[in-house]
């Protein structure tokens, strides 16, 4: 994705509006709530920020230590144009950016799939070394290859998840997951609809490889209101569910109080 202005120019302009990253943002500001209470002053670093779409939302409800880091200069850019101190940082060298600081709270959104499985474990390690004793990690991530589409190619993304791949690798790093769900069950049917026909349009050759288009768009207004009521409603009534194109994980530090418990129905 680093190096595609143009997607990073559609995220800045989209984020606050379309029904998916509304639902995600709000998903990351439960996931704080739950954990900090009426607490707005923790230290919360939004790794692979982007064009800083969720800071802004956090600031605009009143937290106040917000840090981001993201390897384009595009982003940083933008995150800059929003009022935002974020340093150009490449994830693959975490351990080298501010070496002494720590956070309550790290974000991490969309963004290990840019990580092969041989990057992605030094990655949660640098992660987990950043995170004070009680922290936690929010991330969330794309899942199952199903879902794979235009949106992968148009965004360089190297790879899906389910929830088993991350709990081989983050108890190693001494993180645990509190909680994880994948998103949107409801609207699974839809897309993954529309991602199998793209995907046969790609493998027939009907639609070009280096035609395809990001999911960043704004549909009709009426279509984002009703997409973002209905994971609205999903995200208030089945808070778990087994089957989704994203998995939301929080994952706790070792030094967390916190009971592990797995929730995802498999
Ligand atoms: C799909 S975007 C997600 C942005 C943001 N987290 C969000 O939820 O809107 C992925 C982000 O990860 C950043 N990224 C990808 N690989 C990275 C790396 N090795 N180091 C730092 N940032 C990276 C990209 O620049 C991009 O901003």
């Given at each position: 994705?680093?190096?595609?202005?143009?997607?990073?120019?559609?995220?800045?302009?989209?984020?606050?509006?379309?029904?998916?990253?509304?639902?995600l943002?709000?998903?990351?500001?439960?996931?704080?709530?739950?954990?900090?209470?009426?607490?707005?002053?923790m230290?919360?670093?939004?790794?692979?920020?982007?064009?800083?779409?969720?800071?802004?939302?956090?600031?605009?409800?009143?937290?106040?230590?917000?840090?981001?880091?993201?390897?384009s200069?595009?982003a940083?850019?933008?995150?800059h144009?929003?009022?935002?101190?974020?340093?150009?940082?490449?994830?693959t060298?975490?351990?080298?950016?501010?070496?002494?600081?720590?956070?309550?709270?790290?974000i991490?959104?969309?963004?290990?799939?840019y990580?092969?499985e041989?990057?992605?474990p030094?990655?949660?390690t640098?992660?987990a070394h950043?995170?004070?004793?009680?922290?936690?990690?929010?991330?969330?991530?794309?899942a199952f290859?199903?879902f794979?589409?235009?949106?992968d190619?148009?965004?360089?993304?190297?790879?899906?998840?389910?929830?088993?791949?991350?709990?081989?690798?983050?108890?190693?790093?001494?993180?645990?997951?509190?909680?994880?769900?994948?998103?949107?069950?409801?609207?699974?049917?839809?897309?993954?609809?529309?991602?199998?026909?793209?995907?046969?349009?790609?493998?027939?050759g009907?639609?070009?490889r280096?035609?395809?288009?990001?999911?960043?768009?704004?549909p009709?207004?009426?279509?984002?209101?009703?997409?973002?009521?209905?994971?609205?409603?999903e995200?208030?009534?089945?808070?778990r569910?087994?089957?989704?194109?994203s998995?939301?994980m929080?994952?706790?530090?070792l030094?967390?109080?916190?009971?592990?418990?797995?929730?995802?129905?498999?």
């Open positions: 994705m680093i190096g595609r202005s143009e997607e990073y120019d559609k995220m800045f302009r989209l984020e606050g509006q379309l029904w998916w990253y509304r639902s943002h709000e998903r990351v500001a439960t996931a704080l709530q739950h954990r900090f209470g009426r607490r707005r002053d230290a919360i670093l939004d790794a692979g920020c982007g064009t800083g779409g969720l800071l802004n939302f956090l600031r605009q409800r009143g937290y106040t230590n917000l840090r981001g880091i993201d390897g200069a595009d940083a850019a933008f995150c144009e929003r009022g935002f101190f974020v340093t150009i940082v490449n994830l060298t975490l351990t080298d950016f501010e070496p002494t600081a720590q956070y309550d709270a790290i991490c959104n969309d963004v290990f799939c990580f092969t041989t990057d992605l030094p990655l949660l640098s992660l950043r995170l004070k004793p009680d922290g936690i990690l929010v991330s969330n991530n794309n290859n199903i794979r589409g235009e949106h190619l148009a965004v360089g993304i190297v790879r899906r998840f389910v929830l088993a791949d991350f709990e081989q690798v983050l108890p190693k790093n001494g993180l645990h997951i509190q909680s994880a769900t994948y998103w949107s069950f409801i609207l699974s049917p839809l897309i993954l609809i529309m991602r199998q026909w793209q995907q046969l349009q790609l493998n027939f009907w639609r070009r280096e035609e395809a288009q990001s999911d960043v768009y704004l009709k207004s009426w279509l984002n209101e009703t997409l973002y009521q209905l994971v609205k409603i995200q208030r009534f089945l808070r569910t087994p089957f989704g194109s998995l939301f929080i994952i706790d530090s030094g967390s109080a916190g009971e592990i418990h797995t929730v995802v129905n498999k």
